[in-house]
T-cell receptor, first 110, second 114 residues
Framework: DAKTTQPTSMDCAEGRAANLPCNHSTISGNEYVYWYRQIHSQGPQYIIHGLKNNETNEMASLIITEDRKSSTLILPHATLRDTAVYYC???????????FGKGTRLHILP | SQTIHQWPATLVQPVGSPLSLECTVE??????LYWYRQAAGRGLQLLFYSVGIGQISSEVPQNLSASRPQDRQFILSSKKLLLSDSGFYLC?????????????FGPGTRLTVL
């Protein structure tokens, strides 16, 4: 599966939109981009996923570039409870050797 | 609704001792089950996955093993723990077939090997 790269950490002011980037330049055509987040000492929580089109749900929006080499997770109105590590992964099937990587540690500032 | 349980929540074990971590899922049938490990300062790493009773796939060589004695039970074991086995162990389940699907994670077990 494709390797993804994310910034180590980001800060965002409470109430503002948090935009988390992810690069997946070697992604193949049938690999999905998934986003998870992990609040300290808890299991990861699914946020959103997409293939080609932009996606939106009650938690976030996912913007995927036309060439699919990068994507951005958008939390529209960040709250303190959104402080977590956010993981971007690209996977095709369960046989992929899935490694979440270190993710982006998002700090929401009051 | 589906729920996933892991126990114990925390565990401190001496080097060389055995290990048994248990994961059970309720509210679904024939789930895919996964064991992950998160070492300090590192990302999540897939250790094992299972698509059915007695079917285990290992992703990385190590001194850990997994078993699935029942449809909704997944066990992670070791005969002799190493210091490097310390970490946060997560069990997850999914129900998709034919492709990667959304995984739901349990609360995790924090293992410290001394």
């Amino acid at each position: 599966d494709a390797k993804t790269t994310q910034p180590t950490s980001m800060d965002c002011a409470e109430g503002r939109a948090a935009n988390l980037p992810c690069n997946h330049s070697t992604i193949s055509g049938n690999e999905y981009v998934y986003w998870y987040r992990q609040i300290h000492s808890q299991g990861p929580q699914y946020i959103i996923h997409g293939l080609k089109n932009n996606e939106t749900n009650e938690m976030a929006s996912l913007i995927i570039t036309e060439d699919r080499k990068s994507s951005t997770l958008i939390l529209p109105h960040a709250t303190l409870r959104d402080t977590a590590v956010y993981y971007c992964i690209a996977v095709m099937n369960r046989d992929d050797k899935i490694i979440f990587g270190k993710g982006t540690r998002l700090h929401i500032l009051p | 609704s589906q729920t996933i349980h892991q126990w114990p929540a925390t565990l401190v074990q001496p080097v060389g001792s055995p290990l048994s971590l248990e994961c059970t899922v309720e509210g679904t049938s024939n789930p895919n089950l996964y064991w992950y490990r998160q070492a300090a300062g590192r990302g999540l790493q897939l250790l094992f996955y299972s698509v059915g009773i007695g079917q285990i796939s290992s992703e990385v060589p190590q001194n850990l093993s997994a078993s699935r004695p029942q449809d909704r039970q997944f066990i992670l074991s070791s005969k002799k723990l190493l210091l490097s086995d310390s970490g946060f162990y997560l069990c997850a389940w999914s129900v998709g077939r034919g492709g990667w699907d959304e995984q739901f994670f349990g609360p995790g077990t924090r293992l410290t090997v001394l």
